[in-house]
């Protein structure tokens, strides 16, 4: 593993444009579970109350649809970054950061220090909430204090519109501006690194692909072996936190050596 790390380490220092692609194994370290994992959030809800089709189709279904929401929001407001989180802050004050293109929707590489213009937000965040009808954009807070005040369904307070959560859920279509530019920062990097994604949720899922076939290195960290391991140039099987802490540590000291 120390070989690995150093070997990473020196590709963030050789690369120009390294891309950080991350996913929910990223933040389970931060308290927030993942999908797929043992007691992740596939073992206490069914994946079909999240289609967007359910959302559409009655009061009755938007309303399981806001408690589930809720329930996992609450959690995902408290949570702090991790040291992962923390270390691929720091690459961006390094200059060793092209962007992070994550499908997590829980706002925690912003708390931790990254810029706006760096996170590609492919799922949306949870921290707002959108009008389906008219687009008009809410901060979550302002919403949930109606549901803690017993709303159950908020609607839109200017066209009358249902609000959602501004995250994509099953069945809605991918944000496309997003969806480009995370394409277009995938085909010119150099250096690709998945950092906690199970990498099976299209079209996420061909990012690293599309990497690849554009001569970036593949990187993949993630706990559970992925089905693109064999085509990635190396593959840290661990916790996201402690492995990111050490190739951080590593960049900074191959970056003061060049001092
Ligand atoms: P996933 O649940 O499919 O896979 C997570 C992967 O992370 C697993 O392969 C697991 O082995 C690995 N993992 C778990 N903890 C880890 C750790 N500490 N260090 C390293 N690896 C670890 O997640 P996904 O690939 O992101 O896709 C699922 C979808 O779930 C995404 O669309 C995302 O929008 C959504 N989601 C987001 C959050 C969040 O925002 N934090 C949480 C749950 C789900």
Redesign the pocket.
Known sequence: MEEKIKQVAQWIVQAKRTVVFS???L???SG??????PG??WDRYNPEDFYFQNFLASEASREKYWQMATEMYEPMKKAQPNPAHLAIAEMERLGKLDCVIT????GLHLKAGNSEEKVIQL?GTAMSVSCLNCRKRYDREEIQDRIRKGVKVPYCDDCGGPLKPATISFGQSMPERETEEAYHRSSSSDLFMVI??????QPAASMPLVAKRNGARLVI????P?PYDHMADLVLHG???PIMASILEEVKKALGGLD
Request: hydrophobic share 30%.
């Open positions: 996913g929910a194994g933040s389970t370290e927030i579970p993942d999908f797929r994992s992740g959030v499908q997590n929707i829980d799922h906690g994604s199970s990498l099976v949720v960290i993630n706990r559970d992925t916790q996201a936190g």
